[in-house]
T-cell receptor
Framework: GAGVSQSPSNKVTEKGKDVELRCDPISGHTALYWYRQSLGQGLEFLIYFQGNSAPDKSGLPSDRFSAERTGGSVSTLTIQRTQQEDSAVYLCASSLGAGDMYEQYFGPGTRLTVT | RKEVEQDPGPFNVPEGATVAFNCTYS??????FFWYRQDCRKEPKLLMS???SGNEDGRFTAQLNRASQYISLLIRDSKLSDSATYLCVVIVRGYSTLTFGKGTMLLVSP
C-alpha cells in the first residue's frame, strides 16, 4: 500500500517568509509525528498527534512553528518568518497507534532551504 | 550531554568484515530501543528492535545492557549494500516519540 507522502519534496524560501509543509500519513494510522534533521543536530522530535487528543508540542523550537492535523489525517507544519537556522529536512512519520509497540513509518521528507 | 550518543564514524570496512556499533543513552527511564538504518538522502527505516535478552536477525545482532545503559549492533559478513548510517533510537517510558542518536556511518568497500 501507499506509504507516508510529503510535499513539497524541496522548498527554497527567502528569510522572513512563511512556509507550509504537508504530510499525508498511511491510511488508518492514528498517530502522526513531525521530526526534523539538520546537519550536526541529527533527528529531533517536533510535534506529535494521536487521534483526537491534544498534540504534544514539546519539541517545537519556537512559537514560529505550528502544526495542525485536519480530520485525523493530513497534517500541515507551518513555519512563520523563516530563519536560516530553520534549514533542514522535515520528516513526517505515522504509526498505527501510539506507543513503542507500533512501528513509525517515515515519509521521504521535505528539504527546506532558507536563503 | 546528548540523550543518545553514538560514534559518528565513518567506519570503513571491506566486504565480509564484522563491524560493531555502540550507543549509550542517558535517560534511565528509556524503555524501548531500536536500530534504524538511513541511506543517503533517504528517510530512516526500522532495522530491528533491541530486547534485553539480545536478538538476532540474519547477519545482524542487537544487544542491550540496561545496567550500563548501552546498546550495540553487530553486523557479520558485511555487504556493499550495508553501507548506510545506523541510528540508535530510544523511547522513554510514557512517551511515544523517538529520540535519535546522530548516527554512525558505515562504508563497506569491495
Amino acid at each position: 500500500g501507499a506509504g507516508v507522502s510529503q510535499s513539497p519534496s524541496n522548498k527554497v524560501t527567502e528569510k522572513g517568509k512563511d512556509v507550509e509543509l504537508r504530510c499525508d500519513p498511511i491510511s488508518g494510522h492514528t498517530a502522526l509525528y513531525w521530526y526534523r534533521q539538520s546537519l550536526g543536530q541529527g533527528l529531533e522530535f517536533l510535534i506529535y498527534f494521536q487521534g483526537n487528543s491534544a498534540p504534544d508540542k514539546s519539541g517545537l523550537p519556537s512559537d514560529r512553528f505550528s502544526a495542525e492535523r485536519t480530520g485525523g489525517s493530513v497534517s500541515t507544519l507551518t513555519i512563520q518568518r523563516t530563519q536560516q537556522e530553520d534549514s533542514a529536512v522535515y520528516l513526517c512519520a505515522s504509526s498505527l497507534g501510539a506507543g513503542d509497540m507500533y512501528e513509525q513509518y517515515f515519509g521521504p521528507g521535505t528539504r527546506l532551504t532558507v536563503t | 550531554r546528548k540523550e543518545v550518543e553514538q560514534d559518528p564514524g565513518p567506519f570503513n570496512v571491506p566486504e565480509g568484515a564484522t563491524v560493531a556499533f555502540n550507543c549509550t543513552y542517558s535517560n534511565s527511564a528509556s524503555q524501548s530501543f531500536f536500530w534504524y538504518r538511513q541511506d543517503c538522502r533517504k528517510e530512516p527505516k526500522l532495522l530491528m528492535s533491541v530486547y534485553s535478552s539480545g536478538n538476532e536477525d540474519g547477519r545482524f545482532t542487537a544487544q542491550l545492557n540496561r545496567a550500563s545503559q548501552y546498546i550495540s549492533l553487530l553486523i557479520r559478513d558485511s555487504k556493499l549494500s550495508d553501507s548506510a548510517t545506523y541510528l540508535c533510537v530510544v523511547i522513554v517510558r510514557g512517551y511515544s516519540t523517538l529520540t535519535f542518536g546522530k548516527g554512525t556511518m558505515l562504508l563497506v568497500s569491495p
